[in-house]
């Protein structure tokens, strides 16, 4: 199993332009998130999904959408990005409720 | 609303001396608790966890971490640390009414000295 993986490893955005994280799991975990690490703040939650179909919003949603049309994939989007949203992003995934969750590589993003 | 405290946002210490990392919660509820490690340039790996039974819990690589309910404390400890445990760690606590949602404190900067 390859675990979580995420793509790209790296990206630097100019103020305004829209991108596409990717995240996918090939351990048929129904739980998925999205966070984002910024120094002396830990992780934050910005959205999850308990299934395909099903997404709802983390603790820092805006600016940012997701879909789950697959179990695999999770996608989070950018629709314009902003110099705050320079940031790690890390995906993870889990099965069930109360189990551990894999985190992705992560993602470092800045925007110029 | 719940949150997760760490106490100490940067340690500094040298190899072979004891490491106690404090974790404080706040939660209205029954809650699974976590401690994550951070090492340079990589991604986020499970130290170890509690959900419920002996509130003494053994992880990897010696760590452990004690579970006081009446203190809502999550403290991780490790006797003797070495060089290669320096890294960033993390507490985080989810409610067991969460299907997943994490809370992560503000993570604390370990750097072992040799």
């Known amino acids: 199993n390859a675990g979580v993986t995420q793509t790209p490893k790296f990206q630097v955005l100019k103020t305004g332009q829209s991108m596409t994280l990717q995240c996918a799991q090939d351990?048929?975990?129904?739980?998925m998130s999205w966070y984002r690490q910024d120094p002396g703040m830990g992780l934050r939650l910005i959205h999850y999904?308990?299934?395909?179909?099903?997404?709802d919003q983390g603790e820092v949603p805006n600016g940012y959408n997701v879909s789950r049309s697959t179990t695999e994939d999770f996608p989070l989007r950018l629709l314009s990005a902003a110099p705050s949203q320079t940031s790690v992003y890390f995906c993870a995934s889990k099965r069930g409720s109360g189990n551990e969750q894999f985190f992705g590589p992560g993602t470092r993003l800045t925007v110029l | 609303a719940q949150s997760v405290s760490q106490h100490n946002h940067h340690v500094i210490l040298s190899e072979a001396a004891s490491l106690e990392l404090g974790c404080n919660y706040s939660?209205?509820?029954?809650?699974?608790l976590f401690w994550y490690v951070q090492y340079p340039g990589q991604h986020l790996q499970l130290l170890l966890k509690?959900?419920?039974?002996?509130?003494l819990v053994k992880g990897i690589k010696g760590f452990e971490a004690e579970f006081i309910k009446s203190k809502f404390s999550f403290n991780l400890r490790k006797p003797s640390v070495q060089w290669s445990d320096t890294a960033e760690y993390f507490c985080?606590?989810?409610?067991?009414?969460?299907?997943?949602?994490?809370?992560f404190g503000a993570g604390t900067q370990v750097v072992v000295t040799p």
């Open positions: 351990m048929n975990h129904e739980y």
């Open positions: 985080a606590v989810k409610g067991t009414d969460s299907w997943g949602k994490l809370q």
């Open positions: 999904s308990v299934g395909a179909g099903i997404t």
């Open positions: 939660y209205g509820g029954t809650v699974n």
């Open positions: 509690y959900f419920s039974g002996d509130p």
